[in-house]
C-alpha cells in the first residue's frame, strides 16, 4: 500500500432539512460506500465515516415554519436520512451529526488555536437586522441580488447560480427572508478567519498534489478563485442556530458560522468512532501514514479546497486531505432534478420499488470521478439492468453453474490440456482484475462498470465458442477445461463486482460454495488466491437478477407526472386532521383467491370479500406466493378510486408496511367480520 497505511473515507454531509433523493447518493454516498468496499476486500484499514449536517439558517426557517425547535427538525430528518441511506445498501463505520458534543468540543478547539496561531482576528461589520421582526438575519434570512454574477433571489451567504461563497454585507439590494422589508444596517464585531494570508500555502499544496488523486479540472478551478485574491472569512453570525463562539469576547447572541463546524464533523465522527472501537485509533487524524478522502458534489468545492484544508493548515495538529472524488450533477429525464417541484426520486420509493443492487449498478454509469452532469433515465435504467446486468452478467453467471451442476456433480472440475483459446481466456481473467482494480484506485466507477461488462461479453464468447454441451459428450477433459476456466471466472467476477452490487455477489460466493461472507474475505488483498479448488462442491444454482416490466417502467413515469408540482413532503406536511383521516375508509378484507397476472412478474389478482366480493390487484410476487395471501384477513383502502392494471379493474388497495426491500402485508391478529371498520 504505498504512501498510506490507512484510509479515512468521508462523504459530504446530507444537510439534515429534507429527505434524499437519487441524485445525492448518486454523486456521493454510493460512491464513498463502493470505494470503501473495495479498500476492505483488498485488505486495507478502512473507516468511512459521515453524520448529519443540522445547523444553519435553512433549518431554523424550516423549523419555524413547522412550529418546531430546530433540533427537532433536525432530528427527525436525520433519523429518516440514515435508513435512506442504508435502504441503498450504505454501511457507515459511524453516522454522527454536527450537533453533538464531540463536534462541538472539537470546533471549539479548533477556533481556539486558530486563534492562538494568529488567523482570527475582530473586525467592525455591517451586519442586517430587521426591525419587524426584531432580530439579525444571518445567510438565509436574507434574499438580494448576487454581486458577481447579478443572479436574483440568491440568498446572502452562497450564490447558487454561480457557486460563489459570499461574506456578510456583499450581496445587492437585501430584503428579510421573513417579512420581505429591507432590513436596517448595525454595526457589530465580528470574528474573521484570515484566510487570506494562507493563499500561498493553499496554491502551493494544491499544485503539487497528483492530478489521479487530485482532478485536475477542479483544482484548475480552485486555482482561479485562489488568483483572483481570497478574502477573509466572517466565522460570525449573530441569532443563528449552532453552536456559540468559544471566545471570551464574544456575545452572547454570537455564533459559529455552520461552514466552519460542518467540516470538522468529519473528525468528529471518526472520534466518536475510535472511541467506540479502539481509543488510540485517534491518533490517526495526526498520523501521517493515514489517508484521508473525501467524496463530495461540485456545489460544495470552494468549502473544501479551500476553506477546510485552510482550517487544517491555520491549526497545525492534523492531516490533510490527500484525495478528492468531485462528481457533478444528476438530472432526471433531461430536466433538472427539483424538490421544490416535485421531479426528483426519493431513495425511499426507488429502494422500495427495485433491490438496491439495481440501483447502484446504473447510478454507477453516473459516478465518474469528473464534474460533469449526467442524466437518470427510467428506461436506460431498465435497459442497464435488463442487458447487461440480467442477459450479460447475471445469466453467464447461471449458465456456467447450472451446467456444472448437471454435467459435473456440482463440482469443480479439473482442467485438462489447454489450448489457445483457453490460455486467452485465462489472461483475460488476469487482465481484467487488473484493469478494473486501477479503475476501482481511480474511483472512475463508470469505467468499473464498462469494464465488468466487457469481461462478461468475453466470457460469454468463450464460453459459446467452446461449446461444452456438445464437448462433454465427445471430449469431457475439454468440457472439463472449460467449466474450470469458467468458475475462475465467475469467482473472481463475483470479488470485483462486490463494492458495486453487494447482494448480488455474496449469493454469487454461495453458489459457489465459499464459506463465510465475501464481505470479509479479503479477497482482492495480495495474499488471496481467487483460483477455484478442484472437486470442491458448489451450492445451489439461483437465478441472480430479475428483468424489469415495461409495466414497471410506466408506473415510474406516471408517478413523476403525478408528483411534478406538488411540494415536498415534509415533517409539518405529514399530520392530518381527524376529518381527513375519516375520508379513509380502511376496511378488513378476508382473501378468497388469489393468482398471478398473466405477462406479469409482481402483480397478483386478490378476489376478496369486504362484505362485497371485489377484485384487487396488489404487487406482491416478489415477496408472496399466492397460495400464501388465500383466507388471510387483509387491511384494505375500500374507497380508493378503481384503477386498471394489465387489464384488470382493481376496486382498493392492500396496505403494506414498506422497510427498504422487505415488504409485509398489514392482517389482523383476531379474525372479524370481513367488511369490519378499522378506526
Request: charge should be negative.
Given at each position: 500500500m ?15 432539512n ?5 441524485g ?6 454510493i ?8 479498500l ?12 448529519a449536517?443540522?445547523?444553519?439558517t435553512p433549518i431554523e ?5 413547522k ?9 427527525f ?18 453516522y454522527?451529526r454536527?450537533?453533538s ?20 482576528d475582530?473586525r ?13 438575519l444571518?445567510?438565509r ?7 458577481y454574477?447579478?443572479?436574483e433571489?440568491q440568498?446572502?451567504?452562497v ?13 445587492l ?31 502551493a499544496?494544491l ?18 478563485w485562489?488568483?483572483?485574491g ?12 449552532g ?8 456575545g452572547?447572541?454570537?455564533h459559529v458560522y ?9 473528525f468528529a465522527?471518526?472520534?466518536?468512532w ?8 485517534e491518533?490517526?487524524?495526526g ?7 473525501h467524496?463530495?458534489g ?30 457533478g450533477y ?11 417541484r ?7 420509493r426507488?429502494t ?5 443492487d ?13 464534474p460533469?452532469d449526467?442524466?437518470y433515465?427510467?428506461s ?12 450479460n ?36 481473467i ?9 479503475e476501482y484506485?481511480a474511483?472512475?466507477?463508470s ?15 468463450y464460453?459459446?465458442d ?13 468440457a ?14 463475483a470479488c470485483?463486482?462486490?463494492?458495486l452490487v453487494p ?7 454461495s453458489q ?5 461472507s465475501?464481505a470479509?474475505s479479503?479477497a ?6 481467487l ?5 470442491k ?22 408517478w ?6 406538488k411540494?415536498e413532503v ?9 376529518e ?8 378488513v378484507?378476508e382473501?378468497?383467491?388469489a ?6 412478474r409482481?402483480?397478483?389478482?386478490l ?7 371485489r ?5 406482491l410476487?416478489?415477496?408472496y406466493?399466492?397460495?400464501e395471501l388465500?383466507g388471510?384477513q ?5 374507497n ?6 394489465f387489464?384488470?379493474e ?9 422497510d427498504?426491500?422487505e ?17
Amino acid at each position: 500500500m504505498p504512501g498510506h497505511e490507512r484510509t479515512i473515507v468521508t462523504a459530504a454531509l446530507p444537510y439534515a432539512n429534507g429527505d434524499i433523493h437519487v441524485g445525492h447518493v448518486c454523486s456521493t454516498y454510493i460512491p464513498a460506500d463502493i470505494f470503501t468496499r473495495y479498500l476492505r476486500i483488498s485488505g486495507e484499514e478502512v473507516v468511512y465515516v459521515c453524520g448529519a449536517d443540522e445547523h444553519g439558517t435553512p433549518i431554523e426557517m424550516s423549523a419555524r415554519e413547522k412550529g418546531v425547535s430546530p433540533l427537532e427538525h433536525a432530528e427527525f430528518y436525520w433519523m429518516r436520512q440514515l435508513r435512506d441511506l442504508q435502504s441503498m445498501g450504505v454501511e457507515f463505520d459511524n453516522y454522527h451529526r454536527t450537533n453533538s458534543e464531540e463536534n462541538r468540543l472539537l470546533t471549539e478547539h479548533f477556533l481556539t488555536k486558530m486563534r492562538e496561531n494568529g488567523y482570527v482576528d475582530t473586525r467592525e461589520v455591517e451586519s442586517y437586522y430587521c426591525e419587524v421582526d426584531g432580530k439579525y438575519l444571518p445567510d438565509r434570512f436574507v434574499l438580494g441580488r448576487c454581486p458577481y454574477c447579478d443572479a436574483e433571489d440568491q440568498y446572502s451567504d452562497v450564490c447558487e447560480a454561480c457557486q460563489r461563497a459570499l461574506e456578510p454585507g456583499e450581496i445587492l439590494e437585501p430584503k428579510c427572508a421573513i417579512c420581505g422589508t429591507a432590513p436596517v444596517s448595525r454595526s457589530t464585531r465580528h470574528f474573521f478567519f484570515k484566510l487570506s494570508k494562507l493563499s500561498d500555502r493553499l496554491e502551493a499544496w494544491l499544485t503539487e498534489q497528483p492530478p489521479e488523486d487530485f482532478p485536475q479540472e477542479v483544482v484548475n478551478h480552485v486555482l482561479g478563485w485562489i488568483h483572483g485574491g481570497l478574502k477573509d472569512w466572517d466565522i460570525t453570525r449573530e441569532d443563528y442556530w449552532g453552536f456559540r463562539l468559544p471566545y471570551p469576547d464574544a456575545g452572547d447572541d454570537q455564533h459559529v458560522y455552520v461552514w466552519v463546524d460542518a467540516p470538522i464533523e468529519y473528525f468528529a465522527s471518526f472520534i466518536k468512532w475510535a472511541r467506540e472501537n479502539d481509543g488510540e485509533r485517534e491518533s490517526w487524524l495526526g498520523d501521517e501514514g493515514t489517508r484521508l478522502v473525501h467524496f463530495i458534489g461540485k456545489d460544495i468545492i470552494q468549502h473544501h479546497l479551500i476553506f477546510w484544508p485552510a482550517m487544517l493548515m491555520a491549526v497545525g495538529e492534523y492531516i490533510m486531505p490527500r484525495k478528492y472524488v468531485v462528481n457533478g450533477y444528476i438530472s432526471l429525464e433531461g430536466r433538472k432534478m427539483s424538490k421544490s417541484r416535485g421531479w426528483y426520486i426519493p431513495v425511499q420509493r426507488a429502494t422500495s420499488r427495485y433491490p438496491s443492487d439495481y440501483l447502484r449498478f446504473y447510478l454507477s454509469y453516473k459516478a465518474a470521478n469528473s464534474p460533469t452532469d449526467s442524466n437518470y433515465s427510467w428506461s436506460e435504467f431498465q435497459e442497464r439492468v435488463n442487458r447487461e446486468l440480467a442477459d450479460n452478467m447475471g445469466n453467464f453467471i447461471h449458465r456456467v453453474l447450472i451446467f456444472t451442476d448437471r454435467n459435473f456433480d456440482g463440482k469443480v472440475p479439473g482442467p485438462g490440456d489447454m489450448g489457445d483459446i483457453d490460455r486467452e481466456f485465462r489472461s483475460q481473467i488476469d487482465e481484467m482484475g487488473r484493469s478494473i482494480r486501477r479503475e476501482y484506485e481511480a474511483c472512475n466507477n463508470s469505467k468499473v462498470v464498462q469494464g465488468l461488462v466487457a469481461s462478461f461479453m468475453q466470457a460469454n464468447r468463450y464460453f459459446n465458442d467452446k461449446k461444452p454441451w456438445v464437448s462433454v459428450k465427445s471430449d469431457r477433459a475439454d468440457a472439463g477445461t472449460t467449466m474450470y476456466l469458467c468458475l475462475n471466472f465467475v469467482k473472481a467476477a463475483a470479488c470485483l463486482m462486490y463494492p458495486l452490487v453487494p447482494n448480488i455477489s455474496e449469493r454469487i460466493w454461495s453458489q459457489l460454495g465459499e464459506e463465510g461472507s465475501l464481505a470479509e474475505s479479503r479477497a482482492l488483498s495480495p495474499e488471496s488466491d481467487l483460483s477455484v479448488q478442484t472437486g470442491k462442491s458448489l451450492g445451489k444454482p439461483e437465478v441472480l437478477v430479475e428483468k424489469i416490466e415495461d409495466a414497471r417502467i410506466e408506473e415510474e413515469m406516471e408517478w413523476l407526472d403525478g408528483e411534478l408540482g406538488k411540494e415536498e413532503v415534509t415533517m409539518g406536511e405529514e399530520l392530518v386532521s381527524i376529518e381527513d383521516f375519516r375520508k379513509m375508509e380502511i376496511r378488513v378484507a378476508e382473501v378468497l383467491e388469489a393468482e398471478s397476472v398473466e405477462g406479469s412478474r409482481n402483480l397478483i389478482k386478490l378476489k376478496v370479500n369486504v362484505g362485497d366480493e371485489r377484485t384487487l390487484v396488489a404487487g406482491l410476487a416478489e415477496h408472496y406466493a399466492p397460495e400464501e395471501l388465500v383466507g388471510r384477513q387483509i387491511a384494505i383502502m375500500a374507497n380508493l378510486k378503481p384503477a386498471k392494471l394489465f387489464g384488470i379493474e382493481s376496486k382498493g388497495m392492500l396496505l403494506a408496511a414498506v422497510d427498504g426491500e422487505e415488504v409485509s402485508i398489514l392482517v389482523v391478529d383476531k379474525e372479524v367480520t370481513p367488511g369490519t371498520r378499522v378506526e
